[in-house]
Each structure stands twice: as structure tokens, then as C-alpha cells.
């Protein structure tokens, strides 16, 4: 199985970074392949809702990274959303690419594919639940089932990495997809 992470924290080695390595880890100690996207080193642009994904051949014609990003999308069985909460949504790279999803939303290209959330917060999992509604009913439209939603108390940089019970709770959701 291929599993696409999606890291949407501007944080290298931070706390969404970690929990994504363990995710990571435990769905290759599965025999799981992965790739892991940097979203804040890619040049993404925003949807403009021009509406040439929504006649012809459906596709988004923006050039930019997300043009190699499409493939792999599609090639995933797993696409792992990884971001940290931000005034109680995703960050705004993570966000960007959500609204680039819009190509998918008449076709059955992602119908069958699974997705994990990974959001650490200051606040704690109450806090996540309007980013996690997002991304239920945008998924859900997209047809990719939610497998698994993990959302630790963390704040500072790489704070998670004392969590060995957040640790061991990603390293699980990795190994079970
Ligand atoms: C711009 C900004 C907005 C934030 N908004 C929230 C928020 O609404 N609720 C919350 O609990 N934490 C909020 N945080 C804290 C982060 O979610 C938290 O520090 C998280 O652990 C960062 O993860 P990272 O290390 O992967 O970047 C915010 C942080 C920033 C920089």
C-alpha cells in the first residue's frame, strides 16, 4: 500500500512533523510504502475557481507544484493530512491544497482511498473539532474515508516527542492502515 503525508506545518522536526514519522514508521514496519510532501517548500497557488476543472477533461491547468502533486494523489491508497491547528482551522498551505482538491470533485478518482488526520494543537482535540468537520464533509464529498484522526496537546516545537503515549497512538494508526 503507498501512503502519501501531506506535512502542513511550517515546523520541520515540530510536532506534526514527529507524529507523521511515527505514523510513518509504523506503516512501514506494516511493509507499507510512503512519501512525505513538505507543503511549505512547494509552490502552491490558490484555487481562483476559474471553472476549467469543471468541463473537459477536469483537470486543474495552475502551474505549479501541484501539478506533480495530482499523480501522486492519485496513486496513494492512504493520503495523510498532517497540520497543525491554526485560529481553529488547518494552516493555510494545507488549506490552499485542499481547495485544489476541486478536480476531484465530479470524478470518482479518489473514491475508495482512506485518509488520516494528524493535528496536534495548543488546545487539545475539543478545540480541533471545526478542522476536523472540514475535513469529514470535504473528504466525504471527495469519497475518502476518515481511517483514523489523531489530535495530541502539544505547543511547543517538538514538544510531542515526550508523549510517549502520542507517540505510540501514531505508530499504531500507521501500523494498522
Ligand atoms: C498562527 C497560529 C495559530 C494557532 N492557533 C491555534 C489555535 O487556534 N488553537 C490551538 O490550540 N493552538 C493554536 N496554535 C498552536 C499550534 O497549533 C501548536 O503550537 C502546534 O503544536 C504546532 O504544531 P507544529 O509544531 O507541528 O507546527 C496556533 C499556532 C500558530 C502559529
Known sequence: MKILALMGSPRK????????????????????????LYLYDLNLLPCIDCR???????????DDDMQDIYPMIEAADVILFGTPLYWYG???PMKLLMDR???????????GKRAVLVIPSAEGADACEPVVTMFRLSLDYLGVD???????????KGEISGNVEELERAYGIGAAL
Request: hydrophobic content about 30%; charged content about 25%; overall charge negative.
Open 90 to 92: 488547518p494552516t493555510g
Open 146 to 156: 476518515i481511517a483514523d484522526v489523531l489530535l495530541p496537546t502539544a505547543y511547543e
Open 52 to 62: 476549467n476543472c469543471s468541463s473537459g477533461d477536469r483537470v486543474c491547468d495552475r
Open 13 to 36: 522536526e515540530g510536532n506534526t512533523d514527529i507524529l507523521i514519522d511515527k505514523v510513518i514508521n509504523g506503516a512501514q514496519a506494516a511493509g507499507h510504502q510512503s512519501e512525505k
Open 101 to 111: 482538491l476541486l478536480p476531484y470533485s465530479e470524478t470518482d478518482k479518489l473514491k
